[in-house]
Antibody, heavy 116, light 107 residues
Framework: EVQLVESGGGLVQPGGSLRLSCAASGFTFRTYSMNWVRQAPGKGPEWISYIGVRSATIHYGDSVKGRFTISRDNFKSSLYLQMNSLRVEDTAVYYCARDLHYFDSWGLGTLVTVSS | EIIMTQSPATLSVSPGERATLSCRASQPVSSNLAWYQQKPGQAPRLLIY???TRVTGVPARFSGSGSGTDFTLTINNLQFEDFAIYYC?????????FGQGTKVDFK
């Protein structure tokens, strides 16, 4: 069974940083591209970042470009999101999602709250 | 960026009835469209991809159609467990974008 478990969320002040992790199991992680998708309270999902299997291809949404960095460790079957210069509007549940161009498996999410 | 527009925002339906949800893309996306179901407190769940292919295990009462810019998700014989929010998402190019959702609620 595919499992994706996010961690690292919490309360942070504007301008601060957080690093999210996603631990994958139940599938061969190194053969799948991965994504981060977030969902602000009461809003629809927003794709924010993609990483290819060997980290050679990376994409970001405009809202996070230059502030967030996606990475992965295939040996640890883990996905990461380094979030810097956080803004109030970054407040959301952050999901990691397995990529088939669409998102066939999602984690439970981790809540990031940016507030002073 | 391709804008995905879903209508209606809310659809009130009685159990046993049919629900028809629409999704329109601001530019053609071929058949590169997926539908998701989301219930409160849960992550979205993939239902349909390539506009009309049901994920294994998704009931046959769910069907998708369309290509280009106009897409439809139809839920026949609506069951209680189908009351949820439904999102469409294109994956034709970057950035990937979602619609704002259609809430199917109890009439």
């Amino acid at each position: 069974e595919v499992q994706l478990v996010e961690s690292g969320g919490g309360l942070v002040q504007p301008g601060g940083s957080l690093r999210l992790s996603c631990a994958a199991s139940g599938f061969t992680f190194r053969t799948y591209s991965m994504n981060w998708v977030r969902q602000a309270p009461g809003k629809g999902p927003e794709w924010i970042s993609y990483i290819g299997v060997r980290s050679a291809t990376i994409h970001y949404g405009d809202s996070v470009k230059g502030r967030f960095t996606i990475s992965r460790d295939n040996f640890k079957s883990s996905l990461y999101l380094q979030m810097n210069s956080l803004r109030v509007e970054d407040t959301a549940v952050y999901y990691c999602a397995r990529d088939l161009h669409y998102f066939d498996s999602w984690g439970l999410g981790t809540l990031v709250t940016v507030s002073s | 960026e391709i804008i995905m527009t879903q209508s209606p925002a809310t659809l009130s339906v009685s159990p046993g009835e049919r629900a028809t949800l629409s999704c329109r893309a601001s530019q053609p996306v071929s058949s590169n469209l997926a539908w998701y179901q989301q219930k409160p407190g849960q992550a979205p769940r993939l239902l349909i991809y390539t506009a009309s292919t049901r994920v294994t295990g998704v009931p046959a009462r769910f069907s998708g159609s369309g290509s280009g810019t106009d897409f439809t998700l139809t839920i026949n014989n609506l069951q209680f467990e189908d009351f949820a929010i439904y999102y469409c998402q294109h994956y034709n190019n970057w950035p990937l974008t979602f619609g704002q959702g259609t809430k199917v609620d109890f009439k």
